[in-house]
């Protein structure tokens, strides 16, 4: 059903709506990266036709996964937002909130919110990733999230500095079962489905010792994308892995480590990255999950 706001119109989001979509969070979150710019940070810039496409095709597989989450906000002049929620296992999260630049501040994105947040209802745990957006942070903690700061590691990758890693080997679809499971020891529930997409979108590394478990999805750029390890020696030497891909001349960046991580802390010290604050994590009903660096979209 549509639902109606003053001069704009909150309705469920449709395949049709993916690239406008895409366009949309592309403009605005180069409009936050722009507000937000920090001296010594990369340029703000659109993404490559590459990372559309990543998006566009991320955005297909949630909304044909979990479509009961997603909304767009319209008007007459097009689309002003849209919001992405979903749910695995007890789980809610929110992958996708954005809001045209032009119309923030207008009661848009708490519309956008609310709609997403009804799916999650009944939920015994939710996450939100959240920028510096003081905006966005207030909206989180108003729905009741307690907001972790997260840390971004960010630095070329010296060659020198990176160790023998023994025992960490190409994943595959074959391995969704034991993701899973490591996922519900670390965060209390399984992404499912999401593996199915990321195993066909990104390169996959597991460890699978006595020891521990764990696995992590590698950038295109190198580092990790999302990684869950059932120790932190597995999780460092995941860590170690992602960064070996990096190219050696090139920043890269590892982020979202909240303060109970550590781990990939000492690994970041121990290439001799940077260390920045950036955003939050917003959880309801669970404790920030460790050792785990969870991605934006998935969490």
């Known amino acids: 059903m549509t639902r109606v706001a003053s001069d704009y119109f909150i309705r469920p989001m449709t395949r049709a709506d993916v690239h406008a979509v895409e366009r949309l969070s592309d403009e605005a979150f180069l409009d936050l990266e722009v507000r937000t710019h920090r001296a010594g940070w990369p340029e ?12 566009r095709g991320r955005l297909t597989h949630l909304l044909a996964s979990d479509a009961r989450g997603c909304w767009v906000a319209e008007d007459s002049s097009g ?52 920028s510096d957006d003081p905006v966005a942070a207030r909206r989180y903690r108003l729905a009741g999230f307690t907001l972790h700061p997260t840390m971004l590691l960010h630095g070329v990758v010296p060659r020198t500095a990176l160790p023998v ?84 001349d090139e920043p890269v960046s590892v982020s979202h480590v909240t303060s109970v991580n550590e781990w990939a802390l000492d690994v970041g010290m121990a290439c001799r990255l940077q260390l920045w604050t950036s955003g939050y994590l917003g959880l309801r009903g669970m404790k920030p999950p460790m050792p785990y660096l969870h991605s934006g979209a998935f969490l």
Request: glycine letters at 10%; charged letters at 20%.
């Open 165 to 248: 890693v023994e025992r960490v080997r190409e994943g595959s679809a074959a391995d969704i079962d034991l993701l899973n499971s490591v996922d519900r020891q670390v965060r209390g529930a399984a992404h499912g489905t999401d593996h199915e997409w990321l195993t066909g979108a990104m390169r996959l590394v597991v460890v699978d010792r006595p020891t521990g478990s764990g696995y992590a999805y590698v950038r295109p750029d190198g580092a990790a994308y999302l990684l869950a390890a059932t120790s932190r020696r597995a999780a460092t030497d995941l860590l170690w892995e992602t960064l070996a891909a990096s190219s050696p």
């Open 44 to 55: 703000p810039v659109r993404r490559t036709p590459r990372a559309s496409a990543t998006w």
């Open 79 to 130: 689309l002003l937002g849209a919001a992405v929620g979903v749910r695995r296992d007890l789980t809610w999260v929110l992958a996708t909130y954005v809001v045209r630049p032009d119309r923030q501040g207008r009661g848009v994105g708490r519309q956008l919110l609310d709609a997403a947040l009804v799916h999650g209802a009944g939920s015994l745990r939710a996450m939100v990733a959240s």
